[in-house]
């Protein structure tokens, strides 16, 4: 069942844990851009039509409404402080 009051959601970090959380928030009626690393990943999703993806992180901001709502989704450490920063 679809939500009443959809929002849109930016998810960086579309590994299994990421991608499965996009999959459920789309299926119940939500907008998700995503973002990873690995531009394959956000190609496999956005080829689903699951996500608008974004392959840079400027690109995915810029895809994000106001205000913007931003899920990071990523592994402990290096990759973690890279992405914030």
């Known amino acids: 069942m ?8 930016g998810m960086v970090g579309l ?3 990421g991608a499965g959380i996009v999959r ?3 299926k119940d009626g939500h907008r ?3 973002y990873d690393v690995n531009p394959e990943t956000v190609g496999k999703l956005t080829d689903e039509g699951v996500i ?3 392959t840079e992180l400027q690109e995915f901001v810029d895809k994000l409404e106001k205000p913007r709502a931003v899920w990071i989704m990523v592994p402990a450490g ?8």
């Open 2 to 9: 679809a939500t009443d009051t959809p929002m849109q959601l």
């Open 78 to 85: 290096h990759i973690t402080d890279s992405t914030i920063e």
């Open 24 to 26: 459920r928030l789309v």
């Open 15 to 17: 590994g299994r844990m």
């Open 32 to 34: 998700c851009v995503g």
């Open 52 to 54: 608008d993806g974004a």
